[in-house]
């Protein structure tokens, strides 16, 4: 599992990296009250399990051709929760094992 930064979070915000990544997401896996004290913008509220798997499932887009692989640009996945030790590793890990089902 890869960290980052709150500056390379902001750079990524900024467009900084808008040559590697097409678009990004950022799933802040906190708990609703958390969420509504503050929260990044455009973030969306994911704070258990089933979100993460719903939201994704209802994202979800087919396989695309291998022409289209290999000119795609990524899609940066950040999970945000306030110290990153529980709550974040674990709505990653259901979406790496919910993309190993597809």
């Known amino acids: 599992m890869n960290y980052i930064t709150s500056d390379t979070l ?3 915000m900024q467009g900084d990296f808008a040559q ?6 950022i799933i802040d896996c ?3 009250y958390e969420f509504n004290g503050g929260h990044i913008i455009g973030a969306q509220n994911l704070h258990n399990d ?7 499932n209802d994202n979800y887009r087919p396989p695309l051709s291998l022409q289209e ?3 795609a640009k990524r ?3 950040i999970f945000h929760c ?10 990653y890990n259901t979406l790496r094992n919910a993309d190993r089902q597809h």
């Open 30 to 32: 906190r708990y609703p």
């Open 20 to 25: 590697a990544f097409e678009a990004f997401t």
């Open 50 to 56: 089933e979100q993460v798997e719903s939201f994704f």
């Open 10 to 12: 902001r750079r990524l």
């Open 82 to 91: 306030e110290f990153s030790s529980k709550r974040g590793p674990s709505a």
């Open 69 to 71: 692989i290999a000119s």
């Open 75 to 77: 899609h940066a996945i």
